[in-house]
């Protein structure tokens, strides 16, 4: 404080205040002994053929239950780059409540589906980090991975559902992709742009 600024002009905490105490409420202590954690698992699908991380997703845009994830094949330094293409139409619908809610018995016996793949994505010798389908129809699947490739593939689902993939190339000009997008304009079908590292 200024030492020339009267004592009797400072803001002082009342005697009473400061003497006030606060009483113990009746919450009841945290307790780990007294703590339940009940995890419930109410997918409808898994796929599990990924051995490492996933850092990337794709959703076709034409038909929504085909998607493309890519990561690394394995926890390894030198492990590639590795993706796959599933189709989750395959698991089983369920409804929104839990089983115990439904007066449908049959309700209860709904199963997770292992979902399995279609297509398997690979070329890359590091991590898949990057992939898009091309608009407006998702005709070409684009990899990007942190070796700088980036590879197409054509995709042709059948009135079946079926799915086609026919490689159409791949290109390496950078250290790193780092991410893909498609261009949204119908003059530019089947275009892409990309972001990468130069390396620094």
């Not at 085909?66 to 990561?71: D, P």
């Not at 839990?98 to 279609?118: F, R, V």
Request: hydrophobic share 40%.
């Amino acid at each position: 404080r200024d030492q020339n600024e009267p004592v009797d002009d400072l803001e002082m905490l009342a005697a009473d205040d400061a003497a006030e105490e606060i009483p113990e409420d009746d919450d009841l202590a945290m307790d780990s002994d007294n703590e339940e954690l009940v995890l419930l698992n109410d997918s409808i699908g898994y796929f599990d053929l990924p051995k490492d991380s996933l850092f990337a997703i794709a959703q076709h845009p034409i038909y929504p239950s085909i998607i493309a994830v890519g990561g690394s094949a394995g926890e390894e330094d030198d492990a590639p780059g590795a993706g796959w293409v599933f189709d989750n139409s395959a698991a089983q619908a369920r409804p929104p409540l839990p089983a115990s809610y439904s007066s449908d018995p049959s309700a209860a016996a709904s199963k997770t589906t292992q979902l399995d793949s279609l297509f398997s994505i690979d070329g890359h010798s590091d991590s898949v980090n990057a992939l898009t389908w091309t608009l407006p129809k998702g005709d070409v699947l684009v990899s990007g991975g942190l070796d700088g490739r980036i590879r197409a593939w054509k995709a042709t689902v059948g009135v079946d559902a079926s799915l086609k993939m026919d490689f159409l190339g791949e290109a390496q000009e950078v250290p790193e992709v780092n991410w893909l997008v498609p261009c949204p304009s119908s003059t530019n079908p089947n275009t892409i742009a990309l972001g990468a590292s130069d390396g620094s």
